[in-house]
């Protein structure tokens, strides 16, 4: 059975940083595509970064929605299947709820999301 459980969510002040671990289970992140989404109240999902592997499993590709570039890092420990999103200069907009997702055999599966506040 396929589980993601994400953690590290929390209440941060605008220009601070965390660090969002999505811990996978009968599941290897490093032959599938993982991806961070989030939702706010009201509006859609989105896409905020994913990671994808080479066929080999050892050379990771990331991508980034333009509004995170240069403040969030997807990343993956292969020996733990954790998968992470460290986010820095956050900013109030960044508030959603942060779902993993990875796509396995060809099925997508999420989390259960981890609230992320951005606010003084």
């Known amino acids: 059975q396929v589980q993601l459980v994400e953690s590290g969510g929390g209440l941060v002040q605008p220009g601070g940083s965390l660090r969002l671990s999505c811990a996978g289970s009968g599941v290897r992140f490093r032959f599938s595509t993982v991806a961070w989404y989030r939702q706010s109240p009201g509006k859609e999902r989105e896409q905020v970064a994913r990671?994808?592997?080479?066929?080999?499993?050892?050379?990771?590709?990331?991508r980034y929605i333009e509004s995170v570039k240069g403040r969030f890092t997807i990343s993956r420990d292969n020996a733990k299947e954790m998968v992470y999103l460290q986010m820095n200069s956050l900013k109030p907009e960044d508030t959603a709820v942060y779902y993993c997702?990875?796509?396995?055999?060809?099925?997508?599966?999420w989390g259960q999301g981890t609230q992320v506040t951005v606010s003084s």
């Open positions: 997702n990875v796509n396995w055999n060809s099925v997508d599966y």
């Open positions: 990671i994808s592997t080479s066929t080999t499993g050892y050379t990771a590709y990331t």
